[in-house]
Every structure is written in structure tokens, then in C-alpha cells.
């Protein structure tokens, strides 16, 4: 909206100047009556519209609600009609600004008589309850009732009839009627005598079990008046039709387990219809052991997972055997055996049974291979004290696949190794292992690794050129937290067992690195407790600590090592095993060669003349007199390090 201003002078030849200020204002309006009107059909109708503005309304547009523009200025007079209702809109207009627009909405009543009635007739059975109901339109809404025979029945639009009988059927007439007229129509009943619907007598049972190869009759009988058809159906299908149908199925197969459905129907009511549900059952077959392969091979430690498979019904429960024995029996079909160990190589098989019969699977062969830690075969002392060059040691190993190889590597060029081998039995293999350290070596190592598809044993052996007195034999032990007890620790050989041990004896090999006085070191037992570490040292001469190197090493690199949480304040002797009992030097010397006698024979000191030969020869020629050494006597020793 906005205002529009005109200044002039009233007359301007008149000495007495007068200015007028001129306003205009654009229009608005407003419709008399202020609020929505309803009206009747043939009332007058007077719309009165009040504008302001200025200069003044001079242009008023009356819109009809379909449209049309109707004549009129700021009153607008009508008689109602129906065609009348709806919305009224009146645009005003003085010149200046927009046009202004107003709105009325007028309901027209109208009065009519009923003109329209909304029926059906009905067909029911004697002694049944009928409802008959109608609609009638008019205006105002008319008054509704039933008559027969001259006698009103009911009022309103619904009649409703209990139990009819024979004498209520027939024509029944419906009258709607109000201030200005009425109508009627008439509705008819016609009752049929009452039969009866179908029902199905028999199956009464909804599930047949029957064993494969019997023969099966199925029968569907029904009542119903008139008498009901029977249709068989099988999936939707049908399969048979008659009043009484049987169904023959000879030697039933496990494939004929279905359903099959009677439907009985007479046009009375609502179809009726049962289902019979073979449930064929047969013994078991087709038996799989999965993984379907005919042999498994696994790494000792492993899970052993194997799972039954079979077609039967009812389901079978199955029975592990291995080797032949009786191993489970479950209705689990999985055999799951947690880290398997070699003595769990074998045949395993399943057996698939139920009450109609049993079935044997194919053999699987479980195949666990192994590689045990490298041994040393003599007594648990490892030093020796002899006065020339050669150093002898036998290795043995367990391992399977059995072709392992072994190669020793030592710390310098001028240190020899030879190593001669043969199988000691199915899974094991022993090595003489010959070591010629020339004369100016005082210290050396010697790694030896055995090797096969499962991987890497090795050991490390430390030789040193000096007199051993005597030897002490000392038992330590330590603990283990954070770390839950298991029974195979008590099981040497076992994987949890060689497992630990590997681990506690790494940490141990790594504290008495370069310890000149260690001898050897090994693991004894695991005590549970949390769990106890027992082991044992060989140490060279009298050592007034020898716990000392295993503390220091747990403090510098803390208690968490290689996996394992040790407690530092549980590193202590052990009273289990005598300690300080010294160990003759010759004893293993005697043993290595009973045992080297026994293994190689004559071949083998052969072999030994030579090489001592050999260096005879040499050293005389490059010292000139072998005499001048004759009065200190040298001494090399040898230990390993587990």
C-alpha cells in the first residue's frame, strides 16, 4: 500500500493564498455479514461490501463461485439456488494502488424428497440369520421402515431376522419418506431348505510316517448334503478326483514325501479340505567325511576338524571310530580334535546310524608330522677334557617326515666339521658329528641346525681350550604368571611341553651367553603352581651364585620376555635336585665311545686315525720340536648351550 500527495493553491489571483494537501489512499473492503452464511434454497440473499480509500470506490467486480462475474456495485442481492454454495469474491478499486479483494463463503440448503434406494435380496438357508439392509438420500434425512403384509416389521435402515423360517421368506417392502415426499422398494427373501456342508470324516491325521518300500493307501472320505466331490491335490496339482478317491503309493522312496490335500465341495458353505503328510523315512547313505580327501596331513599342535555327512530320516547320530575303536558318540556331526599330537596319527572313520540302519564311511588318514628339539646322546653333562684337537658328539633327532638334514657351522674358517648320519628308527635320526679345531683357537661355537618341511631345531655348542677341575651340577627354578596351567606340561614330548621348553630355554640361553663357567643348562619339569619353571646348570668349578647371570638379565630387559611373564623375586634354588655334586670329566669321554663303537664300528676310528695323523704330521713340521710343549699339557673343552 502506499499514499499518494498533491499540494496547489486554491486561487492563485486571490491576494489570500490558501494551500490544499490532497491524500490518496488506496482502497480496502470488507464484507457484510463479517462471517460465513448459510441459507435454504429459494431464501434472499443481500452481500454488502463497505470500502475506504481515496478518493472513493468507484469500480466493484463481483466474481459467482463458478466463475461467472456478477452485476452488482457495493450490494449484491440473489436468491439461493443449489448451484449457489461456494465462494463469493468481490475486487475493489479507487485508482490508486492495487486492488483490494474480499471473500464470503454461502452454503445453499436445499430440501428433496428421497429419490434414491440401495437394496440387495437375499437367498439363505432355512434357520439361518439374515440381515437386510438398505439407503435412502433426501433432504431433510428421511424417516425408514419395513412392512410386510401391511404390518411394519422394523424401523430404520436394517431389518435383522432370526432363525428364519419358511413363513418369513417372501417380499418385504422398504419405505423412506420426509416433508416432501417418498419411496419404496421391494426386497425379497428366498429360503432354501437346509443342507448340510461338506465335512471330511477322514484323514485324522495330518502326518504319516512310514519306512521306505511299504505301500501306502490314502483315503479321503466325506460327508455333506448334497454329497461333496473330492479332489486330491499334490503341489498345487491335481492328482485324482471322485467322491471317495484312494491314493496307492507302492514301495515308497524317500522322494515321495509330501503332502497331499482332499478338498470336499458341494456348493454349500465353503470347500472343506485335509492334508495327509508323508513322511517317508529310510536308513542312512551317501556318508562323506568332509574334508573329502582321502588322507589329512597336519603339524602336531594343529586342530583336527573333520565333519559326517549323510542323507537319512529320521536324522542319524554318528560314531567316530579311530584306528577301529570306538571313539564318539554324538549328534554332533564334528570331530574336533584341539592341538593333535603324533599319537593321533591313524584312521578315523564315522559311522551314520538310525533306527532302519547304519552306514560306514570311507577311512580318512590323519598324517601329524613333528620335528622334536635336537638332543645330545650320552649323559646330561656336556664338557669334556682331552688333550688333542678332535672333539666328538653324537646328535639325535625325532622328527617326521623323517628326512631331516643336519648342518653344524662353526664361528671360524679353520675349525673342521664332518658329520656322518644313519636312521636309528622310523622317525629318528642320529648324526656323529666330528669337530678338528686347529691349535691357535682357544675359543669357538659351533651352530648345528636340523631341518625338515616343518622347520628349524638348532643348537649351539661353545668350545673352550682350558683344564676343567671339576664340574657342579645345580638346580634353579623360577615362575611363570599370567599363564593358566595345562595338563600335557606334565607329558614330555608333548607340544604344550616342547613348546614351554623351547621358550624357557631361550631365555635361559640368552642370560648365560659368554657365562665362561656354564657348562649346560636344562629344563627339568614344570611344577604347577602358577607355573614353576625347574631347571638345571652345569657349571665349571665352584661358582658362588649362579642365579646371578639369570637375575641380572630378567631386571635389564624387564619381566616380560619372549612371550612369557616371569617373576623376578620367584628366581631361586631349587631343593628338588642334588646340588653340588661334582661330576667326573672322563665319564662322558667313556660313553661317547661305547656309543660310537656300538653305531660305526671300526669304519669310523678308521677315520679317526687318519685325521689325528694328519695333524700330527702337520704340527711337527711347523713347530720343529714337539718336545718343547711337552711339560704343559692343553686342555679343550666343550659345552653347549640348550
Avoid at 497331499?260 to 529310510?282: E, F, P
Wanted: net charge positive; hydrophobic share 35%.
Amino acid at each position: 500500500m502506499y499514499y499518494r500527495i498533491s499540494v496547489y493553491d486554491d486561487d492563485p489571483d486571490s491576494s489570500i493564498r490558501t494551500t490544499k494537501l490532497n491524500v490518496d489512499v488506496p482502497s480496502s473492503c470488507k464484507i457484510y455479514p463479517d462471517e460465513n452464511i448459510t441459507v435454504n434454497e429459494t431464501d434472499n440473499v443481500s452481500l454488502n461490501v463497505n470500502t475506504t480509500g481515496n478518493p472513493p470506490v468507484y469500480e466493484y467486480i463481483w466474481t459467482h463461485p463458478n466463475g461467472s462475474t456478477l452485476t452488482a456495485n457495493s450490494k449484491l442481492t440473489f436468491t439461493a439456488s443449489r448451484q449457489d454454495t461456494g465462494t463469493y469474491n468481490v475486487s475493489v478499486y479507487n485508482g490508486v494502488g492495487d486492488r483490494s479483494i474480499c471473500k464470503r463463503h454461502i452454503t445453499v440448503q436445499y430440501r428433496y424428497p428421497p429419490d434414491r434406494i440401495t437394496c440387495n435380496n437375499k437367498t439363505v438357508l432355512e434357520g439361518d440369520d439374515v440381515e437386510l439392509v438398505c439407503s435412502a438420500n433426501g433432504n431433510p434425512p428421511p424417516d425408514m421402515m419395513w412392512i410386510r403384509n401391511g404390518s411394519i416389521r422394523g424401523i430404520g435402515n436394517t431389518l435383522m431376522i432370526r432363525s428364519v423360517t419358511k413363513s418369513e421368506s417372501g417380499t418385504y417392502t422398504f419405505f423412506a419418506n420426509n416433508s416432501l415426499g417418498y419411496k419404496s422398494i421391494a426386497i425379497s427373501i428366498t429360503m432354501q431348505k437346509r443342507v448340510k456342508s461338506p465335512a471330511i470324516v477322514n484323514p485324522y491325521k495330518q502326518v504319516l510316517a512310514v519306512d521306505e518300500g511299504e505301500d501306502v493307501s490314502l483315503v479321503c472320505n466325506a460327508s455333506g448334503n448334497p454329497v461333496p466331490n473330492i479332489t486330491w491335490t499334490k503341489h498345487g496339482t491335481v492328482i485324482g478326483v471322485g467322491r471317495i478317491f484312494n491314493i496307492a503309493i507302492a514301495r515308497v522312496k524317500g522322494n515321495d514325501s509330501s503332502c497331499y490335500t482332499c478338498t470336499a465341495d458341494n456348493g454349500i458353505g465353503h470347500a472343506k479340505n485335509a492334508s495327509i503328510c508323508l513322511d517317508v523315512q529310510y536308513p542312512p547313505s551317501d556318508v562323506k567325511i568332509t574334508p573329502s580327501s582321502a588322507s589329512l596331513t597336519l603339524k602336531e599342535g594343529d586342530n583336527l576338524n573333520l565333519y559326517c555327512q549323510s542323507h537319512s530320516n529320521p536324522h542319524s547320530t554318528y560314531t567316530w571310530m579311530y584306528n577301529g575303536e570306538l571313539l564318539t558318540i554324538q549328534q554332533n556331526s564334528a570331530l574336533i580334535i584341539k592341538n593333535i599330537n603324533r599319537r593321533q596319527n591313524g584312521l578315523y572313520r564315522c559311522e551314520a546310524k538310525n533306527r532302519l540302519g547304519f552306514v560306514l564311511s570311507k577311512p580318512i588318514k590323519i598324517i601329524v608330522q613333528y620335528l622334536d628339539p635336537l638332543e645330545i646322546i650320552g649323559s646330561r653333562n656336556k664338557s669334556y677334557s682331552q688333550s688333542n684337537p678332535l672333539v666328538l658328539f653324537n646328535l639325535s633327532i625325532n622328527a617326521y617326515p623323517s628326512d631331516t638334514t643336519l648342518s653344524c657351522n662353526p664361528s671360524a674358517p679353520n675349525i673342521l666339521t664332518t658329520i656322518t648320519s644313519h636312521d636309528a628308527s622310523l622317525t629318528r635320526k642320529q648324526y656323529l658329528v666330528v669337530v678338528i679345531i686347529q691349535d691357535e683357537v682357544d675359543f669357538a661355537r659351533i651352530v648345528c641346525k636340523a631341518e625338515n618341511g616343518l622347520g628349524v631345531r638348532e643348537r649351539t655348542f661353545y668350545f673352550y681350550r682350558q683344564p676343567i677341575l671339576f664340574k657342579e651340577s645345580f638346580a634353579g627354578q623360577f615362575k611363570i604368571i599370567k599363564m593358566e596351567w595345562q595338563d600335557d606340561l606334565k607329558v614330555a614330548k608333548s607340544t604344550g611341553y616342547n613348546d614351554l621348553k623351547r621358550k624357557c630355554l631361550k631365555i635361559l640361553e640368552s642370560a648365560y651367553f659368554d657365562v665362561a663357567y656354564l657348562a649346560a643348562v636344562n629344563i627339568k619339569e614344570f611344577v604347577k603352581g602358577s607355573i614353576i619353571v625347574r631347571f638345571e646348570l652345569n657349571v665349571i668349578g665352584q661358582v658362588p651364585d649362579p642365579l646371578l647371570p639369570l637375575r641380572d638379565y630378567i631386571k635389564t630387559q624387564g619381566e616380560e620376555i619372549n612371550g612369557l611373564h616371569i617373576d623376578y623375586n620367584s628366581i631361586q634354588k631349587s631343593n628338588d635336585f642334588k646340588e653340588n655334586t661334582p661330576i667326573p670329566c672322563k665319564e662322558e669321554n667313556n660313553t661317547l665311545v661305547a656309543v660310537l663303537g656300538v653305531l660305526f664300528g671300526l669304519s669310523i676310528v678308521l677315520i679317526i686315525i687318519l685325521i689325528v695323523g694328519f695333524l700330527w704330521s702337520r704340527r711337527k713340521d711347523s713347530k720343529g720340536i714337539s718336545g718343547k710343549k711337552s711339560n704343559t699339557e692343553r686342555h679343550l673343552t666343550s659345552r653347549d648351550k640348550f
